[in-house]
């Protein structure tokens, strides 16, 4: 009866769309494979450096991006400004000073401490409590900790358990619950009330310069961060009663009594936060009788910069995407100067920060330009260049995923499949709509930021999870300029019907998804 009901409601909208359409959708042909080729070709380039966010690249395509807004002549989406600018900080570690007994010890040869691991202050400490390894396991009836008494004070443990590697190497979430972890360790010293701990490793000397320059964050941390620092078996030998028998390791500590020693200990850091900002780029083409209503097209410019010399081109990932906006725009920016102009207000959005954690939608969702309660929809285009090296059928050529079909709204799926029909007639695919998606996919670009507010969302796809994902070999010469045409020409139409209908989309779905 479902399927009844929907192939009715394909067929009235046919109807509604060849009535109400027909002068906006004859300027799809302005998207074109060679006009999204010459963006992509700037955009993808060595120039911008892969637009990591908060970075020269990423300020390099904004002003581009904006640029080619001004070109068409779209209006500025923030007021006077074609950017909103958000805060992303990032911190550096400028000061670090370790002395024991009056002896200076060397950064990376002798101790190390992570931005994390410690905040700017200067501290002086006259004992320590050695706990051993530092471990609290009662399912193996180990308390390290037990008759130590350690609030205020700093505290100092062993490197992994003394029996087998310490998980902490192995990363993801087994370091959060393996005791033998320095996060474990961490985090039981902060517990019981510690200054501080001092974690004596193997490591050093360092290999590799310690990184002194933070990754970048959304929102700024006032709290001061516990002080942890890795030192030497050198270092520790200043500290506690250990006999020197030549080149020290980690073992020859673990016989040491676990109690309190007296030591002079100076510990000196200091961080800087900056505020290197970034910015969701925003264009417009004001609507005449519904002019208070909005649909969004949006896809995200940013990518994963430079690792050294490498370059993160992005050119699918989401160069794709962003220059299918632009051409989009390009298109109804050419209807309106014909006098073709749409009856609610299109707002093209480019925006940043969606590689570290969809930070440029989450600011805009938070901070609305446009009021979410009058943005009917929002098409989200990220990465739809390529063919899904796992896609195994026969319209490999010939596809996109849709994602947001059969959530938020009835209307979705009724209006994109006759658009599609009316113009590309491609395969519009629903598997990553499966609340079971192992991939999750549908939290995993822009907008989820949208959807979480209550706006019904289209989300376009080429599924590209495996080949050059996240890799420097995502380029522009492995783009298929005419399969992204036909798929950007397919949102163009979808967009041309939501802009002029009578009615918003209907907003009458409960969001059928595990929580994210």
């Not at 370790?98 to 994390?116: P, T």
């Not at 961060?225 to 030192?231: M, Q």
């Amino acid at each position: 009866m479902k399927k009844m009901i929907w192939i009715l409601l394909l067929l009235m909208s046919n109807i509604v769309f060849a009535q109400t359409n027909n002068t906006l959708t004859k300027f799809g042909k302005v998207i074109t494979a060679e006009g999204l080729k010459q963006k992509l070709s700037i955009i993808a380039s060595a120039e911008m450096e892969g637009r990591e966010t908060g970075t020269p690249g990423q300020k390099k395509a904004a002003a581009y991006i904006e640029s080619e807004f001004k070109r068409m002549g779209l209006q500025p989406g923030n007021g006077q400004s074609y950017q909103q600018v958000y805060p992303v900080y990032q911190d550096a570690l400028v000061e670090k000073k370790l002395v024991v007994a009056g002896k200076i010890f060397e950064w990376d040869k002798d101790f190390n401490f992570s931005l994390q691991g410690v905040s700017t202050g200067n501290w002086n400490f006259t004992e320590v409590v050695f706990a051993g390894y530092g471990i609290v396991d009662p399912s193996k009836n180990i308390n390290d900790y037990e008759n130590l008494e350690v609030k205020g004070k700093l505290v100092v443990v062993l490197d992994g358990s003394g029996s087998a590697p310490t998980a902490a190497a192995a990363g993801g979430r087994g370091m959060f619950n393996n005791p033998t972890s320095s996060y474990a360790k961490t985090r039981t010293a902060s517990t019981k009330g510690a200054a501080g701990i001092l974690i004596i490793t193997p490591d050093f000397p360092k290999k590799s310069p310690t990184e002194t320059k933070g990754g970048m964050y959304l929102k700024a941390n006032t709290a001061a961060g516990f002080l942890s620092a890795s030192i030497s078996p050198e270092v520790a030998a200043n500290i506690t009663p250990v006999v020197s028998t030549g080149k020290l390791t980690v073992a020859d500590f673990k016989d040491i009594k676990k109690a309190n020693y007296h030591v002079a200990i100076n510990i000196a850091a200091k961080k800087v936060t900056e505020n290197v900002e970034s910015s969701n780029v925003i264009g417009i083409i004001p609507g005449t009788d519904k002019k208070e209503e909005y649909v969004m097209i949006t896809g995200h410019y940013d990518h994963l910069g430079k690792r050294g010399d490498v370059i993160y081109y992005g050119a699918d990932d989401d160069g794709s995407g962003t220059v299918s906006v632009m051409q989009i725009a390009e298109a109804f920016a050419a209807a309106a100067k014909k006098g073709k102009q749409p009856r609610r207000t299109i707002v093209f959005m480019t925006v940043s920060g969606e590689e570290k954690g969809l930070w440029g939608s989450e600011y805009y969702s938070e901070h609305p330009i446009f009021p979410l309660d009058k943005t009917t929809v929002d098409l989200n285009i990220d990465m739809v260049g390529r063919v899904d090296t796992e896609r195994l059928t026969a319209d490999s050529l010939n596809y996109i995923y849709v994602i947001g079909h059969d959530k938020l709204s009835t209307d979705l799926p009724v209006i994109n499949e006759a658009a599609n029909k009316a113009s590309s007639n491609i395969i519009l695919d629903y598997k990553f709509d499966d609340p079971n998606d192992k991939n999750r996919i549908y939290y995993r670009s822009d907008h989820y930021n949208f959807a979480r507010k209550g706006v019904p969302i289209l989300f376009f796809y080429d599924g590209m999870l495996q080949a050059d994902y996240h890799k420097p070999t995502d380029t522009i010469e492995k783009i298929n300029f005419d399969l992204m045409q036909k798929r950007v020409l397919m949102i163009y139409h979808t967009a041309c019907e939501m802009i002029q209908r009578e009615d918003m989309l209907k907003r009458d779905l409960k969001l059928n998804m595990p929580s994210r």
